[in-house]
Antibody
Framework: QVQLVESGGGLVKPGGSLRLSCAAS????????MSWIRQAPGKGLEWVSY????????YYADSVKGRFTISRDNAKNSLYLQMNSLRAEDTAVYYC?????????????WGQGTMVTVSS | SYELTQPLSVSVALGQTARITCGGN??????VHWYQQKPGQAPVLVIY???NRPSGIPERFSGSNSGNTATLTISRAQAGDEADYYC?????????FGTGTKVTVL
């Protein structure tokens, strides 16, 4: 079935780095735009980054611009988020999600999330 | 940057109708999507492009969008509808989520 599975979360010190992965299955990954969305503990949803199907178009939220890098490997059906210069406020569950352009850029499939904790 | 405002909470009696609003400047000109999130779970898309339901979402969920307000309506509310609900749009090369509404079924 259509599935997204995130991995790579964990505890990291402020200023440190972490790389998240999202493994896609059950659909033609290379046909879809993808996105990362996060949710701080007890807070709402915050969009982080977006990448087109070919990887040629990328957008970031202002809060992570210059620190995070989104990428994808269509041959491996995988999405990545390289997070550098991490701050306490980056602590959150990070979800990857599939974008449906035909549905007006809705997120129709979400992974279960991976927790990132930034603390000394 | 674009902002979407939702009420913090909405209460509805079992079997009655709940309406959750999402306010934004001229939101009627944008595609609005709605997500349901239960505790400890990932969000689920319940309405896309203002008023369309993905496969598997009950007809009790409906949406509308006009002027400065989009609305998610839950008819014949059930205990299983208790959750947080978020609206979302695409604006100026960024996705924007609403502040979220906690729905309680009494």
């Amino acid at each position: 079935q259509v599935q997204l599975v995130e991995s790579g979360g964990g505890l990291v010190k402020p200023g440190g780095s972490l790389r998240l992965s999202c493994a896609a299955s059950g659909f033609t990954f290379s046909d879809y735009y993808m996105s990362w969305i996060r949710q701080a503990p007890g807070k709402g949803l915050e969009w982080v980054s977006y990448i087109s199907s070919s990887g040629s178009t990328i957008y970031y939220a202002d809060s992570v611009k210059g620190r995070f890098t989104i990428s994808r490997d269509n041959a491996k059906n995988s999405l990545y988020l390289q997070m550098n210069s991490l701050r306490a406020e980056d602590t959150a569950v990070y979800y990857c999600a599939r974008v449906i352009l035909q549905w007006g850029d809705a997120f129709d499939i979400w992974g279960q999330g991976t927790m990132v904790t930034v603390s000394s | 940057s674009y902002e979407l405002t939702q009420p913090l909470s909405v209460s509805v009696a079992l079997g009655q109708t709940a309406r959750i609003t999402c306010g934004g400047n001229n939101i009627g000109s944008k595609n609005v999507h709605w997500y349901q999130q239960k505790p400890g779970q990932a969000p689920v898309l319940v309405i896309y492009r203002d008023s369309n339901r993905p496969s598997g979402i009950p007809e009790r969920f409906s949406g509308s969008n006009s002027g400065n307000t989009a609305t998610l309506t839950i008819s014949r509310a059930q205990a299983g509808d208790e959750a947080d609900y978020y609206c979302q749009v695409w604006d100026s090369s960024a996705y924007v989520f609403g502040t979220g509404t906690k729905v309680t079924v009494l």
